[in-house]
Each structure stands twice: as structure tokens, then as C-alpha cells.
């Protein structure tokens, strides 16, 4: 008792002499030094609920009109934590496990009152409202931590159906809380070899570390993820999950972005060495040429140097087109209206469109979007690749949609086509100069495209189902 020999006690009796006794038999326990005081009426012992100041609370069963189960179901509506003992005249065994339920540490009969039974109904009283304090102090903080994570903190059922989420899952999947908890962890997942390695790594491993997957948000949006899970207790058939899920989605895309600059800047490094060491002999061969122009005066012999001359051309031409192409594109910005400039683009596709018989679909917000914009270099980007989405497509089947939007303060360009799509694999090649699957194409106009939006700091995704078609959404800052 000396860890708790100086607590605080408040008795409530509305009779004197109980109080009187019962205080007695406190005060009779070796080493004590309690402070204890007295409270007669109801309404006086609620109030000194609400004030909390005490450690231990005696409350007599009758207390006029008022009983102690009252006074217990009042401060069970508090929240109250500090122990309450509830005293009686008799015995009663429905009163006592009534007392229980509504969160009493102990049921008293003053006739059957001893001092060692008042010791031990004291100590116990105190060790366990401590032991609890000390839990709900833990379940705060751990509530705390998991209701506010930026990240979606879980718990589900061996089966993986969710039984628990944080209110994060609406800002990363787009799902209500409720919503989720009818749902299946591997519903989420976008690949199906994924799922099924998810529920043979919880079969077999018991746990999933810091595991790189792609999640479908309730927009159909694809959700790059690391996520950890844990199998908690060895009895299977009873065993729960716990896990987390942390959104890189933004550090995917920075990473991408990186990629592609790093992937133009090595090309670019390469076209200009090559064009240094080809111009330089092409120089002499086109020199060489035009002199035995003005020497050599036989026909067939000119004719011959004719070809020469024009495709030392077509090469010099080429050369200047692939250095443009790999050098970073120089802008004279300004601001512009982009839904002008998607006129301009529509404009210069439409007799392509009309001869395809490919159907048109143009969506505007209704304020103006102005971008930062060198409006033609801009156009002939967009319009590269509306053409791509016009080649990609059948004709008379083909429906080509352009729209507009304004999302987060930035204008959102989407060009979607229902053409033929475009392989994972070869969507991470996309913007690789060279890389083309036309029979006659240079595999340079995506390139171009990417060099003009890098410049006007413009974010570029790309998603794609084969048979299916491709969506383009292209991220402008605001003015």
C-alpha cells in the first residue's frame, strides 16, 4: 500500500454514520495517510465527478431519490477513469453485476466490511485504475497515430477483407471509409499475378516489406504504392493483417520525368557527335561535287552527280533536323489562351479526321485557361499528337476526344482515342528518340513533343489498353 498510501478518497453517503464507519475502517489500514472527505447528496457527488480531483470514489448504493447505479451510469457517459467502489447495505447479486457492467472496481457490503477487506479492495482499486489509465493513454496515442497517418494504416481478416482503415484511404483511393470495409485488399490491386502474389506471400511468408504495387482508385486512376503487410498471431484460422500503404505516385512521375531528360540529353550528346563527324566529310563529298559540275560537262556524268548532290542534301537536311530535335526547344512565351490554341490544333487535323469519318468530341471548362505558351510550338506539339491518335484508329469506328479541364489550379489537357494502344512495354519507350513502329517513321515526333512541354515546364502521362486505345494528359501551370 505505501505506493498509493497518500490518495485521495471521496466517500458519498447521504447518512453520517456510514460515512463515519466506513472512514474508520480506511483509516484503521496500517501505513495509511489518506485524505478522505465526505460527500452527503447526489447532486454535490456529480459535481465533484465532473471536477475529477479525487482517486478513489466510495459511492453508497441509496442516496435519496438517486441511486449508485445512477451515479456509475453518469460517469460511464463522462468517460470518467478514476476507480469507483460502490457500497451497499445487503448483498444483492444483480445489483452487483449490474455495478460491473457500468464500471465499478468493486462491489462492498458494509456489513461484511473488514479491514483487510478495505485494504485489499483499495489496492486493488488503485493498481488497476493505473494499469488502465496507462492503456487508454497507449490506445490514444496509437488511435492517434493511425486515425491521423498521411499514410492508409489497415487491418484485415487472414482472407485480406478489410475490418479496419484510416480516413487516408479516402484521399489516396478516393473510397469512403465505409465503402473499403466491404471490400477485399486484392480487389485493389491492378495486376492479377499481383494479387496472387500477395495471398501466397501471406500464405507462406506471413508478411509482405516495402512492396512496389499499383492500386485502382474508385476514378479508375492508377495508384503507384509501396505496401507492407504483417500477419499477426501463428493461429491461422484466427490470424489478422495489419499493413500500410505509402503513396509514391508523385515520386514515380519525378522519376519518370528525370528519366526522360536524362534519355534526351544522352541523345542529344550522340546526334551532335555524329552530326560533327558526318558533316565534315559530307562538306568535301558536296564541295568535290560542285567542281566536277564545272569540269566534267558530259551529260551522263552529270546526271550522276546530280543524285549526289541532291542526297548529300536530303543528308545535310536530315542532320539539321535531328540536331533540332535533340537540342532543347527555345520559346518565346507568352500568355495564351489553351483553349485557342486546341482550336488552332482541331483545325489542323480536321480534314484528316473527316476523311476517316472519325467521330470529334470537344469538352471546354467554361472560364479561359491561361497558360505561358509560344503558341505555334505549342500547337505543332498537340497536334503531333492528335495525328498519332488519328493514325492509331479505324476509320468510321474511330472516336477521338479532346478535353479540358481545370484540376488543382493547373490546366489538364486529355487526348483519348478508342485506336489499337499501346504495350507497357512500349509505352516506357514512348519518348525515345528513334523509337518508332511506324514503317516509315523516324521516331523523332514524340521526341520533339516532349522537348516542347518540357519547356513549357508541362507534365505528360500516358495510359494505354491495347484494342482498347490511348490517353494522353498533358499538365500545364496556370499563368
Known amino acids: 500500500m505505501n505506493q498509493h498510501s497518500d490518495a485521495t478518497i471521496l466517500i458519498i453517503d447521504d447518512d453520517e454514520d456510514d460515512f463515519i464507519i466506513t472512514s474508520e475502517y480506511i483509516q484503521s489500514i496500517p501505513g495509511n495517510s489518506f485524505n478522505i472527505s465526505w460527500c452527503k447528496s447526489y447532486n454535490d457527488a456529480i459535481k465533484e465527478l465532473h471536477s475529477a480531483k479525487k482517486d478513489l470514489y466510495f459511492v453508497d448504493y441509496r442516496l435519496g431519490a438517486k441511486s449508485g447505479v445512477d451515479f456509475l451510469k453518469e460517469a460511464l457517459k463522462l468517460n470518467f477513469e478514476e476507480p469507483i467502489v460502490l457500497l451497499t447495505g445487503k448483498g444483492n447479486y444483480e445489483v452487483d453485476i449490474q455495478a460491473m457492467q457500468l464500471g465499478a472496481v468493486d462491489y462492498l457490503v458494509k456489513t461484511e466490511l473488514t479491514v483487510e477487506k478495505m485494504e485489499r479492495c483499495i489496492r486493488y482499486a488503485l493498481e488497476r485504475a493505473a494499469t488502465l489509465k496507462a492503456l487508454k493513454a497507449n490506445e490514444r496515442k496509437y488511435r492517434s497515430i493511425f486515425e491521423k497517418s498521411k499514410d492508409v494504416v489497415f487491418v484485415a481478416d487472414y482472407a485480406l477483407n478489410f475490418k479496419d482503415v484510416n480516413e487516408a484511404v479516402k484521399g489516396l483511393l478516393g473510397y469512403d471509409k465505409d465503402e473499403v470495409l466491404e471490400m477485399n485488399l486484392s480487389n485493389l490491386i491492378d495486376q492479377a499475378q499481383h494479387k496472387k502474389f500477395l495471398q501466397n506471400a501471406i500464405q507462406h511468408r506471413n508478411d509482405v516489406n516495402d512492396w512496389e504495387v499499383i492500386l485502382n482508385t474508385k476514378d479508375d486512376e492508377k495508384k503507384y504504392c509501396i505496401l507492407t503487410v504483417t500477419l499477426e498471431e501463428s493461429d491461422k484460422t484466427d490470424g489478422y493483417v495489419q499493413g500500410i500503404i505509402h503513396d509514391i505516385t508523385n515520386l514515380k512521375k519525378v522519376e519518370k520525368a528525370t528519366l526522360q531528360g536524362e534519355k534526351l540529353a ?12 558526318v558533316r565534315n566529310p559530307l562538306n568535301n563529298i558536296t564541295l568535290s561535287v560542285e567542281q566536277l559540275q ?36 527555345e520559346n518565346t512565351l507568352s500568355d495564351q489562351i489553351l483553349q485557342n490554341i486546341l482550336d488552332d490544333v482541331i483545325a489542323a487535323s480536321i480534314d484528316r479526321l473527316t476523311l476517316k469519318h472519325i467521330k470529334l468530341q470537344v469538352s471546354y471548362p467554361s472560364g479561359v485557361q491561361v497558360i505561358s505558351a509560344d503558341r505555334e510550338k505549342l500547337k505543332l506539339a498537340l497536334l503531333n499528337i492528335v495525328i498519332n491518335a488519328v493514325e492509331a484508329m479505324e476509320e468510321q469506328v474511330g472516336q477521338l476526344s479532346i478535353s479540358l479541364q481545370n484540376i488543382n489550379n493547373n490546366a489538364v489537357v486529355m487526348i483519348a482515342d478508342n485506336g489499337s494502344g499501346i504495350s507497357d512495354e512500349n509505352i516506357s519507350r514512348l519518348f525515345e528518340p528513334y523509337f518508332t513502329q511506324k514503317r516509315n517513321g523516324m521516331g523523332l515526333g514524340l521526341t520533339f513533343t516532349l522537348n516542347i512541354l518540357q519547356a513549357h515546364k508541362a507534365a505528360i502521362e500516358v495510359s494505354s489498353q491495347q484494342g482498347k486505345g490511348t490517353t494522353f494528359t498533358i499538365t500545364f501551370p496556370l499563368a
Do not use: C
Open 294 to 329: 564545272q569540269d566534267i560537262k558530259e551529260e551522263g556524268a552529270q546526271l550522276y552527280m546530280n543524285i549526289i548532290q541532291r542526297n548529300g542534301k536530303r543528308i545535310s537536311d536530315l542532320i539539321s533536323e535531328l540536331l533540332n530535335t535533340s537540342r532543347p526547344s
Open 266 to 277: 544522352a541523345a542529344g550528346r550522340l546526334v551532335r557527335t555524329i552530326a560533327h563527324e
